[in-house]
C-alpha cells in the first residue's frame, strides 16, 4: 500500500521562533507515534533553512510554497530550483490558488515553475480547484478539466517522464479557509472525475497521487481520507496549530 500525504502549508505565518516550536512539536509528535504515511512541512521560505536542521535526521519531509519560474541569473527576490534542491526542499507547491487569484499567476508561469522543479528532482504538489462562482454555476468539472488539461499539455514530456514528481492537490477556493467542505458524495464524484481525467490523458499517470484541502481539521480529516482516490491531504490553518496538525496525522 502506497504512503498517504499529509502536509501542512503555513503560509506567511509565523516567526522564526513560533516555527521552531511548531516543528519541534511536530518531530516529536512523529518520533513517538511512528506515522507510516509521509509528514510535509511547508514553512515560508525564511525559515526553510532553520527547519531543515531540526527534521534533517527525521522522516519528516521538507516543502516550499514557492519557485522562481526561471534557472539561476538576475531575478531579484526570487528564489530558484537549484537553490531549493541545495537547501534540503523535497516538496513544492505549485498553483494555488493564492498565487492565482492574489499575485495573479497564469498557467505559463505554472508551467516554468513545474519544470524547474522536476529538473531539481523536487516533487511538484499542483493546486487546483473553482472559486465559489464556478461551484455555484456547476462549473467545478469543467474547471478541473480545463486547469488539469493545461498542465499536462504544457508539461507533456517532462511529466511523461516522471510521473511520480507530481501530486495533484484538488482546493476548492471556496473551502480555503471558510469552514466549508464539499459533502461526501460531492468528493466521492470529483475525485473519481479527477482520477478518470488524468488516467484518461496517460496510462503512465495513474499512480500520480491526489490530495484534498480546503478547511481539513482533526474533525473530518478522517471522514476525508475514507474517500475514495484521495490519497492525502494539504492543510493550512490547522497545521499552525501543533495540536490540531498531530491529531489529524493521527487519524489516518
Not at 23 to 33: D, M
Not at 81 to 108: A, F, P, Q, T, W
Request: overall charge positive; charged content about 25%; glycine content about 6%.
Amino acid at each position: 500500500m502506497s504512503k498517504k500525504i499529509i502536509a501542512g502549508n503555513w503560509k506567511q505565518n509565523g516567526t522564526l521562533k513560533s516555527s521552531i516550536s511548531l516543528t519541534k512539536k511536530v518531530l516529536q509528535a512523529v518520533k513517538k507515534e511512528k506515522y507510516t504515511h509521509e509528514i510535509v512541512i511547508i514553512p515560508p521560505s525564511i525559515f526553510l533553512l532553520p527547519v531543515k536542521d531540526l527534521i534533517h535526521k527525521s522522516k519528516i519531509k521538507l516543502g516550499a510554497q514557492n519557485v522562481s519560474a526561471f534557472n539561476d541569473g538576475a531575478y531579484t527576490g526570487e528564489i530558484s530550483g537549484s537553490m531549493l534542491k541545495d537547501s534540503g526542499v523535497d516538496y513544492c507547491l505549485v498553483g494555488h490558488s493564492e498565487r492565482r487569484h492574489i499575485i495573479n499567476e497564469d498557467e505559463s508561469d505554472f508551467s516554468s515553475k513545474v519544470s524547474r522543479l522536476i529538473d531539481n528532482d523536487i516533487k511538484v504538489i499542483y493546486c487546483f480547484g473553482e472559486t465559489l462562482n464556478d461551484y455555484k454555476n456547476k462549473k467545478t468539472k469543467l474547471i478541473i478539466k480545463r486547469q488539469l488539461k493545461k498542465l499536462f499539455l504544457n508539461n507533456k514530456n517532462n511529466l511523461k517522464k516522471h510521473p511520480s514528481k507530481l501530486i495533484l492537490a484538488y482546493e476548492p477556493v471556496w473551502a480555503i479557509g471558510t469552514g466549508l467542505v464539499p459533502s461526501p458524495e460531492e468528493l466521492v464524484s470529483i475525485f473519481k472525475y479527477i482520477r478518470d481525467t488524468v488516467n484518461n490523458l496517460d496510462k503512465k499517470y495513474a499512480s500520480i497521487k491526489l490530495l484534498y484541502g480546503g478547511s481539513v481539521t482533526p474533525d473530518n480529516a478522517s471522514s476525508l481520507m475514507d474517500t475514495e482516490h484521495i490519497d492525502g491531504l494539504l492543510i493550512g490553518g490547522a497545521s499552525l496549530i501543533a495540536k490540531k496538525f498531530i491529531d489529524i496525522c493521527s487519524t489516518i
